[in-house]
């Protein structure tokens, strides 16, 4: 079946930092691929998605790209604030419209 | 201001007692989903439904029930029979096509057992 591996957290970095989440999944077929945020107490926001192989999601500073050939979805920032600060979930969408989530990365951004 | 919406924000349960969570979209979308969230792990799907008068079952959907008879809604009734219920619920939604669509959140009702 379809499974979503995250680098485990917290990861604590400082303001302007560079950040990079790992994320790898194992997938039958071309799945489209996600990252979510959540914030403390809130639900899922759409952070950023790619659709193919190559295809590069970007968002408020953050990016991803699609690689089939590392079955991958990293997401990058070149300079982390405060306010980034949040658990975010690396997800693929299967057949039937299925999504499968990793369970998350926490961020911590400190002054 | 077009969303999902999820009532109410915090529920209690007592043991033995069925609660019911809402989730109403005005986005005009054609499918629904429930998830569980449980600490420090990803989300599960609960059911789903693509269509009205139409759900199916997702990976944990024993002790939970759902009806989808409009559009717009898209309720759970967590049973007795959920012996585990406290959890963060989140309720989603996209459009329904041959490729595969997003899907978007609600901000979730949090269920908590007295």
């Known amino acids: 079946g379809n499974s979503v591996t995250q680098m485990e957290g917290p990861v604590t970095l400082s303001e302007e930092a560079f950040l990079t989440i790992n994320c790898t999944y194992t997938?039958?077929?071309?799945?489209?691929l996600f990252w979510y945020v959540q914030y403390p107490g809130e639900g899922l926001q759409l952070l950023l998605k790619a659709t193919k192989a190559d295809d590069k999601g970007s968002n408020k500073g953050f990016e991803a790209t699609y690689r089939k050939e590392t079955t991958s979805f990293h997401l990058e920032k070149g300079s982390v604030q405060v306010s980034d600060s949040a658990v975010y979930f690396c997800?693929?969408?299967?057949?039937?419209?299925?999504?499968?989530f990793g369970t998350g990365t926490q961020l911590k951004v400190e002054l | 201001d077009g969303g999902i919406t999820q009532s109410p924000k915090y529920l209690f349960r007592k043991e033995g007692q069925n609660v019911t969570l809402s989730c109403e979209q005005n986005l005009n979308h054609d499918a629904m989903y429930w998830y569980r969230q449980d600490p420090g792990q990803g989300l599960r799907l609960i059911y789903y439904?693509?269509?009205?008068?139409?759900?199916q079952k997702g990976d944990i959907a024993e002790g939970y029930s759902v009806s989808r008879e409009k559009k717009e809604s898209f309720p759970l009734t967590v049973t007795s029979a959920q012996k585990n219920p406290t959890a963060f619920y989140l309720c989603?939604?996209?459009?329904?096509?041959?490729?595969?669509?997003?899907?978007?959140f609600g901000p979730g009702t949090r269920l908590l057992v007295l």
């Open positions: 989603a939604s996209s459009r329904r096509g041959k490729e595969q669509e997003t899907q978007y």
């Open positions: 997938a039958t077929g071309y799945p489209s």
């Open positions: 439904s693509q269509i009205v008068n139409d759900f």
């Open positions: 997800a693929l969408l299967g057949g039937g419209n299925k999504l499968t």
